[in-house]
């Protein structure tokens, strides 16, 4: 069985109780005051996602140009150390006399050589 429970929410002859606006508006202006908060909330939320997300780009570049810095300090290193053993050997004096020989250069004799 269905009941009927629409008398009980019967709105004939009372009026709904309804604030005006501009009365309450009137009274001090806090709806601009917390418009004004909202506004600032909102504006100090955007700027910091935007610092996190500019601060993201600058931390991630910053560790790609650090990592591009250390290979290049490696292969420079690298490079150093080579040419180091290249100037090593071109030094000695086995590889000296072998040039100077296929040059028709010789080591002086004891008698060449002056002391003063």
């Known amino acids: 069985m269905v009941r009927d429970y629409s008398r009980r929410y019967s709105s004939a002859g009372r009026r709904q109780n309804v604030r005006r606006r501009d009365r309450f508006m009137a009274s001090g202006d806090s709806g601009l005051l917390w418009k004004a908060v909202g506004v600032m909330i909102f504006a100090a939320v955007i700027t910091g996602v935007a610092v996190s997300l500019w601060m993201g780009w600058q931390i991630d570049s910053g560790l790609d140009e650090l990592g591009r810095a250390r290979q290049f300090g490696q ?18 004096r086995e590889k000296i006399e072998v040039t100077a020989a296929a040059l028709g250069l010789y080591p002086p004799t004891t008698r060449q050589v002056r002391r003063p």
Do not use: I, W, Y
């Open 75 to 92: 292969e420079e290193s690298l490079r150093n150390k080579n040419l180091l053993a290249s100037r090593d050997g071109l030094r000695s």
